[in-house]
């Protein structure tokens, strides 16, 4: 027993967070393999499963739920005692997670993430990007970047950019066989890029022009949960995409695709990064806050 470490608890509650050996050993930069051996070896070690396991699904055992209740609020005494260590550092060092999904990630990656880690190389940053809104406390990361409107109340947010539009676009070449839609029903009578939300569910485009209002549930040959993917079948001519407005910006200045529909697509929330409030962030977290203060204007453009 007297072999038991961080690393062993930080296993349980990783594993008991994502309900998966596969999930969680991504999450702790290890192999499968190894994360159950150690387990395993916690388990023989307590003498009590922690873990029911079935080639589907993993899930607590009673004694496993009484175990992660206990060890849980200690644990995080000790990243907090490390945290206020850290923040009296000099030099930024150490890990920083951010939890956001693919399109805001490719905003910050080189005005802020890149120049981030020029400025501080001891730092080093893991940017997860999904579809799905996390919890990024239970989830273990020390920030997110989400539109405004989505950044939970109790949150410290920062606003970085200009407020997001949406855009809807064709290739010249799909407009040659096809008239520009005028007003959002007319989509109807058009081939489109159908998106696919996390959840699983098809995405019904918004509009807006002053107090009037259309939700359309656009038909068309393919659906794409990925806005790189559905770029590439826009530029191929395939049908009419409905795009966060940076991911096909210069497709749109270069005269690649041809946008539709702009006075019903008013801007939209903000990008905010956002942080819970705690009294000691590490010094690379503090660094990297005041960093995308800096860059928020160059965010976007």
């Not at 696919?196 to 807006?208: K, M, T, V």
């Not at 409030?277 to 503090?286: D, L, Q, S, T």
Request: with cysteine.
């Amino acid at each position: 027993m007297d072999r038991l470490g961080l690393n062993d608890l930080q296993a349980v509650l990783a594993i008991a967070r994502k309900g998966s050996f596969r999930a969680a050993a991504l999450d702790l930069g290890m192999s499968t393999t190894a994360l159950s051996n150690a387990i395993g070896k916690l388990e023989r070690e307590l003498g009590i499963r922690l873990f029911n396991r079935t080639t589907r699904s993993v899930s607590l055992t009673g004694a496993g739920r009484i175990f992660v209740d206990q060890v849980a609020p200690p644990l995080q005494d000790i990243r907090d005692a490390i945290d206020v260590v850290r923040s009296q550092q000099a030099t930024p060092s150490g890990t920083i997670r951010i939890n956001t999904f693919a399109t805001a990630a490719r905003e910050i990656l080189s005005p802020l993430v890149l120049a981030f880690l020029h400025r501080y190389p001891e730092v080093h940053v893991d940017l997860v990007s999904e579809g799905c809104l996390v919890d990024i406390v239970a989830e273990g990361f020390d920030l997110g970047l989400r539109s405004a409107d989505l950044v939970p109340s109790d949150m410290i947010a920062v606003p970085l950019g200009p407020p997001q539009r949406h855009a809807v676009v064709a290739s010249t070449g799909y407009f040659e066989r096809h008239e520009r839609p005028r007003v959002p029903p007319d989509l109807l009578g058009h081939r489109c890029i159908r998106v696919r939300l996390p959840n699983g569910a098809l995405y019904r485009w918004q509009f807006r022009k002053g107090d009037q209002t259309a939700q359309i549930d656009v038909d068309g040959p393919i659906t794409l949960d990925e806005a790189s993917l559905a770029r590439t079948a826009a530029l191929e001519g395939i049908g009419l995409g409905f795009f966060i407005e940076s991911n096909v910006r210069e497709d749109i200045a270069a005269g690649r695709l041809i946008r539709v529909l702009e006075d019903w697509t008013p801007p939209l929330a903000p990008l905010c990064l956002y942080y819970p409030g705690r009294r000691n962030p590490p010094a690379a977290m503090k660094a990297f806050i005041r960093l995308a203060r800096e860059c928020s204007p160059k965010i976007g453009r």
